[in-house]
Each structure stands twice: as structure tokens, then as C-alpha cells.
């Protein structure tokens, strides 16, 4: 592949959360801007790659959209075992996986690599009628976790190119420095450079 | 419709196997042609003209052993095939069969391995896999007697099979209808009575689709469901924490390291994990990955020689790579030559060759050994995992 005078910085990329919390339709919306109501079922993972840069850098994103029951779980340190960053999204609409996904991120911590980019996605953003984890408290328990923190809805885009952008940013080798807040983005530094995607 | 549940099951998947040659439609594209057609099992796949030739040829070559089949059914008698088989040349001294029966389960081998005409293989796959023995222990209206006890009863795992109904082999003509459905869904949920350690597991849904298509009736396909869980594939591959699955995931690495040591070694450099693709291979045994007529091929030899043949088909596949893997550094390389293989495996010859034929000795016994030798390591691993999590919970 050429990497004609751009820096790629390669960061593999784990989405971890419980079923139907939307995992792959945030993935398909960042790679591929689309959203669907179905989607063959996906069994272990599936790998993407999408490349975005960010000022002088561009990170190469290859992503792992994990899937499966519980018992599939026990698959997950294959995926995230030397991941640089991991998306550990719930459900703004259910408070299990909300739970669920507390324990994604001790598990990361523990045994996920020590300088990994957690985010904590809440997603369903748009489902505002049904909201059951109100963003206060996710964004306090990211805090308190040292997590970036971001409401996000697959179906109407919101919050998700931000999300990955961030995540991009906070990448160790990207930008060592970084605080931990949000910035508002100039939009003409950021720009999706390639997309492909591989069904697993 | 009328009829109900119970009739319905009785009328069987009208499948045309024997449709004329294919006519590809063309799409354009800029620089290649690529073609969409349906295949012998009704799957929609694309490819270029060259995997339309290809896939006449083995249409071809189907009609051919079609053909070799009947002319030793005129030799042996009708249903030679299904008689008992041997398992190892030593049972012969100790049962003191006759030679006869022992040439006939070499030809069956060999003839197997060539492959099963389509419309022989429900009967073949039911004897050789053991299928039709274990039904045979349980009366007659064992299935029809199962479905009328589990109907209308929700679990967890009829919640998760109604979920996965519509996401199996989607847009497919006739598993993507209400009858395809309902069809799927009654195995299913049947088998999750029947055994509720498995339960349901994801995967198996895309088993039972293919099984469905091949056996025709619902209660075939349920019984190479059982057979392939219960005796085939090694125990709880599909259970708890999918440790078999773990377990031969570990035994095909060992398996790679030693029969395709350069490419073992290059992914290893990348910190590629093989699993990442392995497994989906595995639990769905090929079903989503491989063509359908190449995954009924690997199936005709799994269900006659046992789970190993898993390893020697991914090996195989990684083997045929070799030189394109070599040259990769990063790993959506790989991912992408891996998966582009496997979907135009269109010639199942040219895969069953390699994995018969390149991949050099592998007993049954040598397997074993090797799952044995793994599984307190995977044992002690999920426990671990498991004991974290349960920790996790306790703090909160
Ligand atoms: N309203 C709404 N529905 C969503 C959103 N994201 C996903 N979904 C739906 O939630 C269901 C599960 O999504 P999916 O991406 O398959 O979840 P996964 O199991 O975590 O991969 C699907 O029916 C999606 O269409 C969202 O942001 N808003
Ligand atoms: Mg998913």
C-alpha cells in the first residue's frame, strides 16, 4: 500500500458492549455514512478499516466490530489484546447494558493494553422519549474513569464522526500531549481518506 | 395458508439442483466485469467471468460423479453405500469381516472425498454421520412429538433464535421467506430442548439453514443438527464459553506452526492472531465463508471422517495463499486475501486437493492428543475470565 508522504499511524480499533446496543450499525455509519434496520448476523467479529486525519497525521483505524451472544464474550481478548483504542457503547435507552458496559471497561483496564483510548459511547442518542441513563451520570462515571464520554445515534449521525475523530486524536503516537476534553473541530483539518470494509 | 405447522413439515424444499448452465448477467465496472448469478443452492454470488467457467466446469464435474456413483450402485447393488462401515483396518482382524466390506468402505472413502451427488447426499450424509443410527434408538414421532412440546414456550434462547431468523443468509429465496423461517425456527428451537447446554448458540443458524437446504425435510436436518453436535464436532464447541471452540482454535495453531511454518511464523511477526479468521470458519464450518457447493463438499467429508477435516480445509486455505501471504505487513491484508479466497473457491476440488493431498499426515489420534494436551490451559483461562467478571459484579 503507498503511503504516499502521508504518516499512517495503523491503531486497531475494539467496539465491545452488549447485543443490540449498536455496535455495528456506529461502525457502518462512520465507515460507510449508512445506517440499515438489518444486517446478516455476524458471528466473532467483523474487520473494517477506515483512515481519518487529523491535522498533520492520518490514523488508520482498523476495527474490530465484535458480535455475539454473552458466550461469545469469551472471545473478546482476541480482538482487544494490543488494541490503541476501544468503543464500549450502550444503549442511552437501557440501563443493563449501561451496567454491561461498566464491566467492558474494568476488564479493559485490567487487561487491555494500559495506554488504550477508552470511549464510552452512549448511543441511541436519538431515542430521547425512551432514555433511561442519563448522560450526568455516564459522563461523571467516564471521568471518574479517565474515559472519553460521548452521546451517540448510528441513525442520525450525531456525535459519531466526532467520536472516532476524538479517539483519533487522543492516539498515544498522534498526539502525545493531548488533554482530555472535548475541542471544537475545524472541520477542513479532518477529512475521511479511505474507506474499505470486509465483512467477516 | 392452511395446513399448519404439522403438514407443512412434511412437504419437502423443492430445490432445483439440476437448473440449466448459467447465464451470467453482466454488471459493468470500470475495468472488470463482474457478474451476478445464484448457484446451485439458490445463494446470489458475484464473480468474474473466469469464476462462471469455473463453476459450469464443476457443474460438470458433478453430473460426471453422478455418473460413477450409479455405475457402482449396477456393480455393488442398490445401496451399497449405506451399509455399516469400518472404521480402522484393525476391526477387521478382530471382527473377522469380510474383505468385501472393507473394500467398500475404502471406495466409499475415496468416492466421498470426490464428492457426493447433491441428490444422494441426504441419504448418504444420514448413514455415514451416524445420523440415521441415533434416530433410530428414539421412536418414530420423536420429532414431530418434540415440536408439539416446545411450541409456544419462550426461553432466552427462542428469543435469540426469533432474532437471528431474518439476519440468516438474508435475501436468500427460499430461506428468506415466512415458510423458510418458520422452518429454521422449528429446528432450532426443537434442538435447544433437546440439548439446553447448547441451547442456541449463534452459528448454528447458518448450519441448520444449509442442512435444511440439503436434507430437504426439517427432521433430516435436525438429526445431522444432533448428529454434528452430539458426535461429530468435539464437545462444547458451542456451549457456555465455546471452550471446544477455544480448544481447537489452539490445536490449529499448533497445526499451522508445524505444517506451514513461513506463514505461521510471518502472521506471527504481524501479531496476527489466526483465530481472528479461524474462527467464524469453525463454528459456522465454513458456511459463511466458502461458496455453498464447496461447503457441501467439505461438509460429504466431514461427516464421514470426523472433525478433523476442519483443520485440513483451513490449512488448506492458508496454504493456498502461501506466497500472497508472505508479502503482507498489514493485517487487512491479510484479512482481505484470506476472504477473497474463500469467496471464490467456486472449484471445491481444487481446495479438498490441497487439504488432502499437501497437507501430509494428520491422525485422529495425533488430534487428540493435541486436545487434550490444550485443554487445561483453556479450561484455566475461561475460569479465569469468568472469575473476574463474577468479581466485577460483586463490587458494584
Ligand atoms: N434508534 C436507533 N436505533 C439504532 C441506533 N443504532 C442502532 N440502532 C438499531 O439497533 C439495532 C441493533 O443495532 P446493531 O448495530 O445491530 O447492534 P449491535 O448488536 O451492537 O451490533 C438495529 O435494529 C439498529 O437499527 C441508533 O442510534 N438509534
Ligand atoms: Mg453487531
Given at each position: 500500500?503507498?503511503?504516499?508522504?502521508?504518516?499512517?499511524?495503523?491503531?486497531?480499533?475494539?467496539?465491545?458492549?452488549?447485543?443490540?446496543?449498536?455496535?455495528?450499525?456506529?461502525?457502518?455509519?462512520?465507515?460507510?455514512?449508512?445506517?440499515?434496520?438489518?444486517?446478516e448476523s455476524?458471528i466473532?467479529?467483523?474487520?473494517?478499516?477506515?483512515?481519518?486525519?487529523?491535522?498533520?497525521?492520518?490514523?488508520?483505524?482498523?476495527?474490530?466490530?465484535?458480535?455475539?451472544?454473552?458466550?461469545?464474550?469469551?472471545?473478546?481478548?482476541?480482538?482487544?489484546?494490543?488494541?490503541?483504542?476501544?468503543?464500549?457503547?450502550?444503549?442511552?435507552?437501557?440501563?443493563?447494558?449501561?451496567?454491561?458496559?461498566?464491566?467492558?471497561?474494568?476488564?479493559?483496564?485490567?487487561?487491555?493494553?494500559?495506554?488504550?483510548?477508552?470511549?464510552?459511547?452512549?448511543?441511541?442518542?436519538?431515542?430521547?422519549?425512551?432514555?433511561?441513563?442519563?448522560?450526568?451520570?455516564?459522563?461523571?462515571?467516564?471521568?471518574?474513569?479517565?474515559?472519553?464520554?460521548?452521546?451517540?445515534?448510528?441513525?442520525?449521525?450525531?456525535?459519531?464522526?466526532?467520536?472516532?475523530?476524538?479517539?483519533?486524536?487522543?492516539?498515544?503516537?498522534?498526539?502525545?500531549?493531548?488533554?482530555?476534553?472535548?475541542?471544537?473541530?475545524?472541520?477542513?483539518?479532518?477529512?475521511?481518506?479511505?474507506?474499505?470494509?470486509?465483512?467477516? | 395458508?392452511?395446513?399448519?405447522?404439522?403438514?407443512?413439515?412434511?412437504?419437502?424444499?423443492?430445490?432445483?439442483?439440476?437448473?440449466?448452465?448459467?447465464?451470467?448477467?453482466?454488471?459493468?465496472?470500470?475495468?472488470?466485469?463482474?457478474?451476478?448469478?445464484?448457484?446451485?443452492?439458490?445463494?446470489?454470488?458475484?464473480?468474474?467471468?473466469?469464476?462462471?467457467?469455473?463453476?459450469?466446469?464443476?457443474?460438470?464435474?458433478?453430473?460426471?460423479?453422478?455418473?460413477?456413483?450409479?455405475?457402482?450402485?449396477?456393480?455393488?447393488?442398490?445401496?451399497?453405500?449405506?451399509?455399516?462401515?469400518?472404521?480402522?483396518?484393525?476391526?477387521?482382524?478382530?471382527?473377522?469381516?469380510?474383505?468385501?466390506?472393507?473394500?467398500?468402505?475404502?471406495?466409499?472413502?475415496?468416492?466421498?472425498?470426490?464428492?457426493?451427488?447433491?441428490?444422494?447426499?441426504?441419504?448418504?450424509?444420514?448413514?455415514?454421520?451416524?445420523?440415521?443410527?441415533?434416530?433410530?434408538?428414539?421412536?418414530?414421532?420423536?420429532?414431530?412429538?418434540?415440536?408439539?412440546?416446545?411450541?409456544?414456550?419462550?426461553?432466552?434462547?427462542?428469543?435469540?433464535?426469533?432474532?437471528d431468523?431474518?439476519r440468516t443468509f438474508?435475501?436468500?429465496?427460499?430461506?428468506?421467506?415466512?415458510?423458510?423461517?418458520?422452518?429454521?425456527?422449528?429446528?432450532?428451537?426443537?434442538?435447544?430442548?433437546?440439548?439446553?447446554?447448547?441451547?442456541?448458540?449463534q452459528g448454528l443458524n447458518y448450519v441448520a439453514a444449509l442442512l435444511?437446504?440439503?436434507?430437504?425435510?426439517?427432521?433430516?436436518?435436525?438429526?445431522?443438527?444432533?448428529?454434528?453436535?452430539?458426535?461429530?464436532?468435539?464437545?462444547?464447541?458451542?456451549?457456555?464459553?465455546?471452550?471446544?471452540?477455544?480448544?481447537?482454535?489452539?490445536?490449529?495453531?499448533?497445526?499451522?506452526?508445524?505444517?506451514?511454518?513461513?506463514?505461521?511464523?510471518?502472521?506471527?511477526?504481524?501479531?496476527?492472531?489466526?483465530?481472528?479468521?479461524?474462527?467464524e470458519?469453525?463454528l459456522c464450518l465454513f458456511s459463511k465463508?466458502?461458496?455453498?457447493?464447496?461447503t457441501?463438499?467439505?461438509?460429504?467429508?466431514?461427516?464421514?471422517?470426523?472433525?478433523?477435516?476442519?483443520?485440513?480445509?483451513?490449512?488448506?486455505?492458508?496454504?493456498?495463499?502461501?506466497?500472497?501471504?508472505?508479502?503482507?505487513?498489514?493485517?487487512?491484508?491479510?484479512?482481505?486475501?484470506?476472504?477473497?479466497?474463500?469467496?471464490?473457491?467456486?472449484?471445491?476440488?481444487?481446495?479438498?486437493?490441497?487439504?488432502?493431498?499437501?497437507?501430509?499426515?494428520?491422525?485422529?489420534?495425533?488430534?487428540?492428543?493435541?486436545?487434550?494436551?490444550?485443554?487445561?490451559?483453556?479450561?484455566?483461562?475461561?475460569?479465569?475470565?469468568?472469575?473476574?467478571?463474577?468479581?466485577?459484579?460483586?463490587?458494584?
Amino acid at each position: 500500500m503507498a503511503t504516499t508522504g502521508i504518516n499512517y499511524i495503523p491503531a486497531k480499533l475494539v467496539l465491545l458492549g452488549e447485543m443490540g446496543t449498536g455496535k455495528s450499525s456506529l461502525v457502518l455509519r462512520f465507515v460507510k455514512g449508512q445506517f440499515f434496520d438489518y444486517q446478516e448476523s455476524t458471528i466473532g467479529a467483523a474487520f473494517f478499516t477506515q483512515t481519518l486525519a487529523v491535522n498533520e497525521t492520518t490514523a488508520k483505524f482498523e476495527i474490530w466490530d465484535t458480535a455475539g451472544q454473552e458466550r461469545y464474550h469469551s472471545l473478546a481478548p482476541m480482538y482487544y489484546r494490543g488494541a490503541a483504542a476501544a468503543i464500549v457503547v450502550y444503549d442511552i435507552s437501557n440501563t443493563d447494558s449501561f451496567t454491561r458496559a461498566k464491566k467492558w471497561v474494568e476488564e479493559l483496564r485490567q487487561h487491555g493494553n494500559p495506554n488504550m483510548v477508552i470511549a464510552l459511547a452512549g448511543n441511541k442518542a436519538d431515542l430521547v422519549d425512551n432514555k433511561q441513563v442519563e448522560a450526568e451520570v455516564a459522563q461523571t462515571y467516564a471521568q471518574d474513569n479517565g474515559l472519553l464520554f460521548l452521546e451517540t445515534s448510528a441513525k442520525t449521525a450525531q456525535g459519531v464522526n466526532e467520536l472516532f475523530l476524538e479517539i483519533a486524536r487522543r492516539l498515544p503516537k498522534a498526539n502525545p500531549t493531548q488533554p482530555s476534553r472535548m475541542i471544537v473541530v475545524d472541520r477542513s483539518s479532518e477529512r475521511l481518506v479511505s474507506t474499505s470494509y470486509y465483512c467477516c | 395458508m392452511y395446513g399448519g405447522a404439522q403438514t407443512q413439515r412434511e412437504v419437502p424444499i423443492i430445490w432445483d439442483t439440476r437448473d440449466p448452465y448459467l447465464k451470467p448477467k453482466p454488471i459493468h465496472r470500470k475495468t472488470n466485469i463482474t457478474v451476478k448469478f445464484t448457484d446451485l443452492y439458490g445463494f446470489t454470488v458475484e464473480g468474474n467471468v473466469d469464476d462462471v467457467n469455473v463453476l459450469n466446469e464443476v457443474r460438470e464435474r458433478v453430473r460426471q460423479q453422478g455418473k460413477a456413483w450409479w455405475e457402482l450402485e449396477a456393480s455393488k447393488g442398490a445401496n451399497w453405500y449405506l451399509q455399516p462401515k469400518i472404521s480402522s483396518i484393525s476391526e477387521v482382524a478382530v471382527s473377522n469381516l469380510k474383505i468385501s466390506v472393507l473394500a467398500n468402505t475404502l471406495a466409499l472413502n475415496r468416492l466421498i472425498r470426490k464428492g457426493i451427488p447433491p441428490v444422494l447426499r441426504p441419504k448418504v450424509w444420514l448413514s455415514v454421520s451416524g445420523a440415521a443410527k441415533k434416530r433410530s434408538t428414539v421412536p418414530e414421532s420423536y420429532y414431530d412429538d418434540l415440536i408439539k412440546a416446545v411450541e409456544g414456550k419462550v426461553t432466552p434462547a427462542t428469543r435469540q433464535i426469533d432474532h437471528d431468523l431474518p439476519r440468516t443468509f438474508p435475501g436468500h429465496p427460499w430461506l428468506d421467506t415466512p415458510e423458510g423461517h418458520a422452518s429454521l425456527r422449528r429446528v432450532l428451537v426443537a434442538y435447544s430442548f433437546r440439548d439446553s447446554d447448547v441451547g442456541y448458540c449463534q452459528g448454528l443458524n447458518y448450519v441448520a439453514a444449509l442442512l435444511l437446504l440439503v436434507m430437504k425435510t426439517e427432521e433430516d436436518a435436525f438429526w445431522m443438527l444432533a448428529v454434528l453436535l452430539e458426535n461429530v464436532l468435539v464437545n462444547d464447541c458451542y456451549t457456555d464459553n465455546l471452550s471446544g471452540c477455544h480448544v481447537e482454535q489452539r490445536v490449529f495453531k499448533d497445526l499451522l506452526a508445524k505444517k506451514c511454518p513461513r506463514i505461521a511464523s510471518h502472521l506471527e511477526s504481524m501479531d496476527f492472531d489466526v483465530s481472528l479468521v479461524a474462527t467464524e470458519w469453525f463454528l459456522c464450518l465454513f458456511s459463511k465463508s466458502l461458496p455453498s457447493e464447496t461447503t457441501m463438499r467439505v461438509w460429504d467429508v466431514l461427516f464421514n471422517e470426523g472433525a478433523k477435516v476442519l483443520f485440513r480445509v483451513a490449512l488448506a486455505i492458508f496454504k493456498m495463499k502461501e506466497e500472497q501471504l508472505l508479502v503482507t505487513h498489514q493485517i487487512g491484508d491479510v484479512i482481505s486475501i484470506l476472504q477473497s479466497a474463500t469467496h471464490h473457491l467456486f472449484d471445491p476440488d481444487e481446495l479438498l486437493t490441497v487439504a488432502f493431498d499437501k497437507i501430509g499426515s494428520m491422525t485422529t489420534n495425533a488430534i487428540t492428543k493435541q486436545r487434550k494436551k490444550q485443554e487445561p490451559a483453556v479450561m484455566a483461562e475461561l475460569d479465569q475470565r469468568l472469575r473476574r467478571l463474577n468479581s466485577l459484579k460483586e463490587e458494584k
